[in-house]
């Protein structure tokens, strides 16, 4: 497959169908993660995989998922924004419980920080978080690929998460990755047309 077929490929999908998708594709796409710059050249990076149920819920408990959603109150949350972002949000939001379970795997990733996210005061500090960035992208596009997909879920109670999955204190956790073959009646949101010329400065803004 052309890189550039890969890169229109790559989507972000919330619905997935009821297949598992193989060891293999999910270690090659850990393996091209692997190969992503990185600020030190260390590639302070780890992947929880998450295949049962069991750990499914420890996720959906530490995020507190199982509340329920109110529609109109989301709706009033977003109404002032773009159009294309709240149709995002009002799909995503209430879908984050199903798609933890529904995904036939869920990866965590997990880095090293330089500094505490928290305590950063330069970008310099961020390096570590814009070098595992570069790794989940790298991974993603691996699994589309194979025609699998994923979505990027940033977790709030990272410490909980942290202590359920008996993962280092001194890590941070990038992201959770639901991840899957594509639903037939999967969503597809729109995306904001850019226009790209309008992007590009030479010399100055």
């Not at 302070?44 to 069991?54: A, G, P, R, T, V």
């Amino acid at each position: 497959m052309e890189f550039r077929e890969v890169i229109e490929r790559r989507r972000t999908i919330r619905d997935f169908q009821n297949k598992e998708v193989a060891k293999d594709i999910i270690d090659y796409a850990i393996e091209n993660g692997f190969k992503a710059p990185t600020y030190n050249h260390l590639r302070d990076w780890d992947f929880i995989i998450i295949n049962s149920l069991e750990s499914k819920l420890k996720l959906i408990e530490s995020e507190n998922l199982d509340k329920s959603i109110d529609i109109k109150e989301l709706e009033n949350l977003f109404k002032k924004e773009d159009r294309i972002m709240k149709e995002m949000y009002l799909d995503a939001i209430p879908k984050q419980k199903k798609m933890i379970i529904e995904a036939p795997s869920v990866v965590i990733v997990v880095f090293k920080p330089k500094t505490k996210i928290g305590e950063a005061k330069r970008i310099y500090d961020l390096n570590c978080l814009a070098s595992v960035w570069t790794c989940i992208e790298n991974f993603l596009l691996s699994l589309a690929e194979h025609n699998v997909y994923g979505v990027t879920f940033i977790p709030q109670n990272i410490e909980a998460i942290k202590e359920k999955f008996g993962i280092p204190i001194e890590l941070e956790i990038a992201s959770i990755i639901p991840i899957g073959y594509m639903a037939e009646n999967a969503k597809i949101l729109k995306q904001k047309t850019i226009n790209i010329t309008e992007r590009k400065h030479y010399e100055k803004w």
